[in-house]
């Protein structure tokens, strides 16, 4: 199993966004662990932890996937949000007391299941702020062999690409003026963030789900309640849905604008490859030299008919 270095710097980084689904309030697997007393005390807490939920989340023996459940009742509907500086003072305070030191050191000391109880924690109290430094602390726990480990990590990593706002605030006003066309390669970047938030949520929630990244070598720890897993599935598989791959590969050194089923879409650099994800079905795709010609624009016309799971290429910019 790959090693995990957190900085705990990128955990509190923030960005404001807006989430149109939140994965982070409305999944509540906590249910399927009522039974055990502790995740009980969390769901009635009205979203403030307390010293005996973090007592229990840095005690090292004591099971992930209860550490998690005790986040996740703390954090469905919004509850660790309306308590966020309660929250934040109970934990400094815990730390200070605890630590001489609390710092990217120390994170590297504690269990898997603390550390990513605490990237949990911070997500759960700032999930309309879940910016890429979340996203970034909880990647690192997207390659585990662990099933609570890994629906965690989705959870919040597909928080991130629901916050559509977000690309808003990372430079795309700022590097387009107003006017001009988004190039090709950022649109995808945005559609790949917002358009298809949903489908590609389902999907990374499916593929954590039965652990792609696991081998015969490296077994499957199937920790968390199979009631657990079924609540996080039942909130993504109406967005289970199939999905294709054109890949747009440009030959040319000056930029082309790509229209796709008669819709323009934005412009290609030179030489750049650009990747549109799409239902199957049937695709024109068409490519308009903007720059660069003597007479004419070089135009380029492809049709591709594309299946679910196919990664289709064309290539544009040359005569025909």
């Known amino acids: 199993m790959k090693k995990i270095v957190l900085s705990l710097l990128t955990v509190l980084?923030?960005?404001?966004?807006?989430?149109?689904?939140?994965p982070l309030t409305e999944v509540e697997f906590y249910k399927a662990y009522l039974d055990v007393p502790i995740v009980k005390t969390a769901s009635l807490a009205n979203g403030k932890i307390s010293n005996e939920m973090l007592d229990y989340i840095f005690k090292k023996s004591n099971p992930k996937d209860i550490k998690y459940a005790i986040i996740n009742a703390l954090g469905t509907k919004g509850k660790a949000t309306k308590a966020k500086n309660a929250n934040q003072t109970a934990f400094n305070n815990y730390v200070s007391e605890n630590y001489d030191n609390f710092n990217d050191e120390t994170m590297k000391l504690f269990s898997v299941g603390t550390q990513l109880s605490i990237v949990y924690f911070f997500a759960v109290?700032?999930?309309?702020?879940?910016?890429?430094g979340i996203l970034e602390g909880a990647q690192n726990f997207g390659v585990s062999c662990s099933r609570s480990d890994v629906i965690v990590s989705a959870l919040?990593?597909?928080?991130?690409?629901?916050?559509p706002l977000l690309i808003e605030d990372n430079g795309?006003?700022?590097?387009?003026?107003?006017?001009?066309?988004?190039?090709?390669?950022?649109?995808?970047?945005?559609?790949d963030r917002c358009e298809k938030a949903e489908i590609k949520a389902a999907k990374y929630v499916k593929?954590?789900?039965?652990?792609a990244y696991c081998?015969?070598?490296?077994k499957v720890e199937e920790d968390m309640r199979k009631n657990a897993v079924n609540i996080v599935w039942n909130y993504f598989k109406e967005y289970d849905k199939a999905i294709a791959t054109?890949?747009?590969?440009?030959?040319?050194k000056n930029p082309y604008q790509i229209s796709i089923n008669g819709e323009v879409i934005g412009n290609t650099e030179p030489y750049e490859n650009y990747e549109y994800q799409c239902a199957p079905g049937?695709?024109?795709?068409k490519a308009v030299q903007v720059s660069g010609y003597a007479f004419s624009p070089t135009v380029n016309n492809r049709d591709v008919n594309v299946s679910d799971g196919d990664n289709v290429t064309i290539t544009i910019g040359y005569e025909d």
């Open 125 to 132: 109290m700032n999930y309309l702020d879940c910016d890429d």
């Open 215 to 218: 081998d015969e070598e490296d």
């Open 156 to 163: 919040i990593c597909t928080q991130n690409d629901m916050n």
């Open 246 to 252: 054109i890949s747009i590969v440009s030959k040319s």
């Open 172 to 191: 795309y006003k700022e590097s387009v003026n107003e006017g001009e066309r988004m190039p090709v390669g950022m649109l995808a970047d945005f559609n």
């Open 282 to 285: 049937y695709y024109h795709i």
């Open 13 to 22: 980084m923030s960005v404001m966004a807006f989430a149109q689904l939140s």
């Open 207 to 211: 593929s954590m789900a039965l652990h």
